[in-house]
């Protein structure tokens, strides 16, 4: 769905540095979110944002931050990455209201050396 | 805090045959429960929905059940082939502010040609 893009695709770094991946999307959605993706473990949402002024933890939020600059754009900040960070991780959108149908970017994966 | 188990976490079907998935949320306020599929590499999209005024839905050959009182719902696919070979994500939320969606750990369905 081009409509949510994530960039960039694939990072790698080493341990202690900060990084930032970013998220834009031009569905018009109020309600943007990051997801952390490792094998067997499904999606674990880290942080999500309703809209521009609201910013909520999700159920893995240690070790990251978010930034909600517009209604359009929401990026993911680990402060000081560590090796078990390396994951692939998703932003998704969806609209205000009662059927919250997620739309994925494409995916970011970042590996922590 | 609100929980969805999703089994089996790998299912092997030979072609042709049925495969269903099992799910169960705990939060009896859900009301919209939908499926994504995730092909080798992609990222997670929506297959079917359903929403709890709603007891079974269907759409060509994948069907959704729900049964509010056990608070479980099912995903069944028919006639399978080897293009249904992907990770599924069942997931429940409710649509009331504040609420958000909580996804079950996915399912690895191989169809064996």
């Known amino acids: 769905d081009a409509d949510v893009t994530q960039t960039p695709r694939n990072r790698i770094t080493k341990t202690g540095k900060r990084i930032m991946l970013e998220c834009s999307q031009t569905?018009?959605?109020?309600?943007m979110y990051w997801y952390r993706q490792d094998p067997g473990l499904g999606l674990r949402l880290i942080y999500y944002s309703f809209d521009v002024k609201d910013i909520n933890k999700g159920e893995i939020s240690d070790g990251y931050s978010v930034s909600r600059q517009a209604q359009a754009k929401f990026s993911l900040s680990l402060e000081s990455a560590i090796p078990n960070q390396t994951a692939l991780y998703f932003c998704?959108?969806?609209?205000?209201?009662?059927?919250?149908?997620?739309?994925f970017g494409p995916g970011t994966r970042l590996t922590v050396l | 805090g609100e929980n969805v188990e999703q089994h089996p976490s790998t299912l092997s079907v030979q072609e042709g045959d049925s495969a269903v998935i099992k799910c169960t949320y705990s939060?009896?306020?859900?009301?919209?429960f939908p499926w994504y599929k995730q092909e080798l590499g992609k990222r997670p999209q929506l297959i079917i929905d359903?929403?709890?005024?709603?007891g079974e839905k269907k759409d060509q050959r994948i069907a959704v059940t729900l049964n509010k009182t056990a608070k479980h719902f099912s995903l069944h696919i028919t006639e399978t082939q080897p293009e249904d070979s992907a990770v599924y994500f069942c997931?429940?939320?409710?649509?009331?502010?504040?609420?958000?969606?909580?996804f079950g750990a996915g399912t690895r369905l191989f169809v064996k040609a």
């Open positions: 939060d009896s306020a859900s009301n919209y």
């Open positions: 997931a429940a939320s409710k649509g009331t502010g504040g609420f958000k969606t909580i």
């Open positions: 359903i929403r709890s005024n709603v």
């Open positions: 998704a959108t969806s609209a205000a209201g009662a059927i919250d149908t997620q739309y």
């Open positions: 569905k018009g959605h109020d309600r």
